[in-house]
C-alpha cells in the first residue's frame, strides 16, 4: 500500500544528501529527520488510502458478477414468455373471429337457400372439380356470400412452399401446410363437421332450423389434418394452449382443452361430451 509518510522522509534523506537515517548538519540543526511530515501531507495520505479503498468497494466480486448475469437472464426468460403468452393469445383471437365469419356466412346462406345449410363438397376436391361451373361444395358456397376469393385462386392450397397471408381460411397458429407430394392436395385449416349433414347414402344438405341443440353441435373445428370435411377424430389437440377452437351452427365460437374431446389412450376422438355434439 501507498506509504506517503515513508516516501516524504525518503524523498527528504536524499534530497539532503545524507545516508539512511543521517542527516547532514548543514541542512538541520538539530541533526534528526523529521519524524512526522507537515499536516499537509498528512491530509493528502487520507485522501489516496480513501480513494484506494473506495476503488476496492466498487469492485465487482465474481460471486457478485455472477448473480447479475442470473437476475438479468431470469428477467429476460419472463419477458419472453409474456411476449409469447401475447403472441398466443391474439393468434387464439384471430382464429375465432376467422371461424365467427364462417359462421355469418352459414346463416347468410341459409337464408339465401331455404333455410338449408351448404353441400360439403369433397374433402380433396381436384382442380377439375375447383373449376367446373356447377361444382358446390362448403368452401365454394361460403365465400361467395362474403364476397371473398375463390379457394381455387388461393396459392398455398397446392403450394407448401408459399406462405399463406392473414385470411379467413388460416388460422396463424397452425403451421400445417398441405401435402405437395400428394397428386390431390389441398389445405384445410378450418374442417366442417360432415356429420351435419349425413354420411353415405344418408348424406344430403339439412335445414339449419332442423338441428336441435344449434349452440352444442359443431359445424366447423380447427383441423388437425388435411381435409375439407371430417369428424371428431380430426381435430386438432395441440393449437391454441392444448386445446381447440370450434364454430357451432348457432354461430358462435369457443375454445375447448383438448381433454374435452379427444382420448388421448385411443388416440380417438370424443364423443359423449354434451358441451360437443358431433351427429345431431
Known amino acids: 500500500m501507498y506509504d506517503a509518510v515513508s516516501a516524504w522522509n525518503a524523498g527528504f534523506i536524499r534530497r539532503s544528501g545524507g545516508g539512511v537515517g543521517v542527516c547532514p548538519p548543514c541542512c538541520l540543526p538539530d541533526k534528526k529527520i523529521f ?12 485522501s489516496v488510502q480513501g480513494i484506494f479503498d473506495m476503488r476496492a468497494s466498487r469492485a465487482f ?8 448475469i442470473g437476475v438479468i437472464a431470469i428477467l429476460a426468460a419472463l419477458v ?4 409469447g403468452r401475447a403472441r398466443a393469445s391474439a393468434q387464439a383471437i384471430t382464429c375465432l373471429n376467422n371461424l365467427q365469419h364462417w359462421g355469418n356466412a352459414t346463416h347468410l346462406y341459409a337464408l339465401d337457400n331455404n333455410d338449408f345449410l ?25 365465400p361467395e356470400q362474403m364476397n371473398l376469393p375463390r379457394y381455387r385462386d388461393m396459392p398455398w392450397r397446392t403450394n ?7 385470411s379467413i381460411w388460416i388460422c396463424p397458429a397452425n403451421f400445417r401446410r398441405c401435402h405437395a407430394s400428394k397428386t390431390t392436395t389441398n389445405l384445410f385449416h378450418y374442417c366442417l363437421n360432415h356429420m351435419v349433414n349425413g354420411t353415405g347414402d344418408e348424406n ?10 344449434p349452440g352444442q353441435v359443431v359445424w366447423l373445428f380447427d383441423n388437425g389434418g388435411l381435409a375439407a ?10 393449437l391454441h394452449s392444448r386445446g381447440a377452437q370450434f364454430l357451432f351452427i348457432d354461430g358462435h365460437a ?13 388416440g380417438k376422438g370424443i364423443t359423449n361430451n354434451p358441451a360437443l355434439v358431433w351427429i345431431p
Open 160 to 166: 407448401s412452399s408459399i406462405q399463406p397471408d392473414p
Open 229 to 238: 370435411f371430417a369428424q371428431q377424430n380430426n381435430v386438432h389437440t395441440n
Open 80 to 83: 419472453l414468455s409474456a411476449l
Open 35 to 46: 519524524a512526522k511530515p507537515p499536516a499537509a501531507l498528512a491530509v493528502y495520505t487520507e
Open 61 to 68: 466480486t465474481l460471486v457478485e458478477l455472477l448473480m447479475t
Open 204 to 213: 344430403h344438405q339439412t335445414p339449419i332450423t332442423a338441428i336441435r341443440y
Open 118 to 142: 351448404p353441400p360439403e363438397g369433397k374433402s380433396a376436391p381436384s382442380d377439375y372439380d375447383l373449376n367446373r361451373t356447377g361444382y358446390r361444395a362448403w368452401y365454394v358456397q361460403l
Open 254 to 266: 369457443a375454445r375447448f382443452k383438448n381433454t374435452a374431446y379427444w382420448n388421448f389412450k385411443t
